[in-house]
């Protein structure tokens, strides 16, 4: 069928502006980490994207080794926007990555100018676009010299293949440091991409300060604590979630009983606010103004649906924020 996007895709879903620059973006983002890799059925997948559209998401965050296998989300969304979606490609705010292995041999990992470049040529064959909107230098590098990896974010940008750079899991020094270069060479920082949730509060140790005064957006990955934040866990380990996959990045050992408490505790305040536990989380990520967007996974439509509604209610009454930091 011919994909025909819902004319009211603007009109329900909240925008926020990026640090200091012209961008704006969706409160709640989609990333295709997980479920739009080649072992994935396509029409799932297709049917995700579709729907988030619909409800007003226009960033998509990929990377090049998100899949599994690495290399085919890229591949997965770009046969989609060829398919369904060339026609709303300006509506849209596609952002890529690089900084984790990719290929063997000792160009393919890390920051060096020559696997950045390279990373986002091949990012750009399997997606089929012209350029990304965003380039993300996903982890910090201990070793190539910053200045190096960030002229190469600032030679993408001027060579026309990412409109803007943005870093990824950078602590509070090395983001000072990235942006003073970023901003010596004309070409700002637009955004940062940390780990946030309210299991995870290692930003607002430094990070989301230095991120305001330098005037950069902040995305949070991993608001959901990757399925904790939601009530699949609160029994133990269903079949079948991330955390029974001996491959996922959520290990079985990190659900012990005193998470799984803090877990049943947040769930009974989401439930008096009216609110699941994951749209309560994804509230409580975004409560602070320095948070451009909450960057969600998916595995369902009813998902996607579900975590945008966390929008209808944003607000937090003193009493219950000092229940959730008394929780976690």
């Known amino acids: 069928?011919?994909?025909?996007?819902?004319?009211?895709?603007?009109?329900?879903?909240?925008?926020?502006?990026?640090?200091?620059?012209?961008?704006?973006?969706?409160?709640i983002s989609l990333g295709l980490w997980h479920n739009f890799g080649g072992v994935d059925p396509f029409d799932v997948s297709r049917d995700m994207i579709l729907r988030a559209f619909d409800l007003g998401i226009t960033h998509i965050d990929i990377a090049n080794n998100?899949?599994?296998?690495?290399?085919?989300?890229?591949?997965?969304?770009?046969?989609?926007?060829?398919?369904?979606?060339?026609?709303?490609?300006?509506?849209?705010?596609?952002?890529?990555?690089?900084?984790?292995?990719?290929?063997?041999?000792?160009?393919?990992?890390?920051?060096?100018?020559?696997?950045?470049?390279?990373?986002?040529?091949?990012?750009?064959?399997?997606?089929?676009?012209?350029?990304?909107?965003?380039?993300?230098?996903?982890?910090?590098d201990p070793e190539t010299p910053l200045e190096e990896t960030m002229g190469a974010l600032d030679q993408i940008v001027r060579s026309g293949k990412a409109l803007y750079a943005g870093i990824s899991s950078y602590n509070p020094e090395q983001?000072?440091?990235?942006?003073?270069?970023?901003?010596?060479l004309r070409t700002p920082c637009l955004i940062h991409q940390p780990n946030y949730s309210i299991l995870n509060r290692t930003i607002e140790q430094g990070l989301l300060d230095t991120l305001e005064a330098e005037g950069i957006g902040c995305i949070a990955f991993c608001p959901l604590a990757q399925g904790l934040l939601t009530t699949?866990?609160?029994?133990?380990?269903?079949?079948?979630?991330?955390?029974?996959?001996?491959?996922?990045?959520?290990?079985?050992?990190?659900?012990?009983?005193?998470?799984?408490?803090?877990?049943?505790?947040?769930?009974?305040?989401?439930?008096?606010?009216?609110?699941?536990?994951?749209?309560?989380?994804?509230?409580?990520?975004?409560?602070?103004?320095?948070?451009?967007?909450?960057?969600?996974?998916?595995?369902?439509?009813k998902q996607i649906e579900e975590n945008v509604a966390a929008l209808d209610k944003l607000d937090?009454?003193?009493?219950?924020?000092?229940?959730?930091g008394g929780i976690v």
């Open 66 to 140: 998100y899949g599994p296998p690495p290399g085919s989300a890229e591949e997965t969304f770009g046969k989609l926007l060829k398919d369904d979606l060339s026609a709303h490609r300006d509506e849209l705010l596609v952002s890529t990555k690089a900084g984790w292995g990719m290929w063997p041999g000792p160009y393919g990992d890390f920051g060096s100018r020559k696997y950045l470049i390279s990373s986002l040529d091949q990012s750009l064959k399997r997606t089929g676009l012209e350029y990304f909107d965003l380039f993300y230098h996903h982890r910090p």
């Open 175 to 184: 983001t000072a440091d990235a942006a003073r270069i970023l901003k010596e």
């Open 316 to 324: 937090f009454a003193p009493e219950e924020l000092t229940q959730i």
């Open 1 to 27: 069928m011919t994909y025909e996007p819902v004319q009211t895709r603007y009109k329900t879903m909240k925008y926020r502006r990026c640090g200091k620059s012209g961008i704006k973006l969706p409160a």
């Open 232 to 301: 699949k866990y609160l029994n133990g380990i269903p079949e079948g979630s991330r955390a029974s996959k001996p491959w996922g990045f959520l290990k079985a050992e990190r659900i012990t009983e005193d998470v799984l408490k803090q877990v049943r505790a947040l769930n009974d305040i989401a439930a008096a606010r009216g609110q699941s536990l994951a749209q309560m989380s994804l509230a409580w990520v975004l409560r602070d103004s320095r948070v451009t967007s909450a960057l969600i996974g998916a595995s369902s439509v």
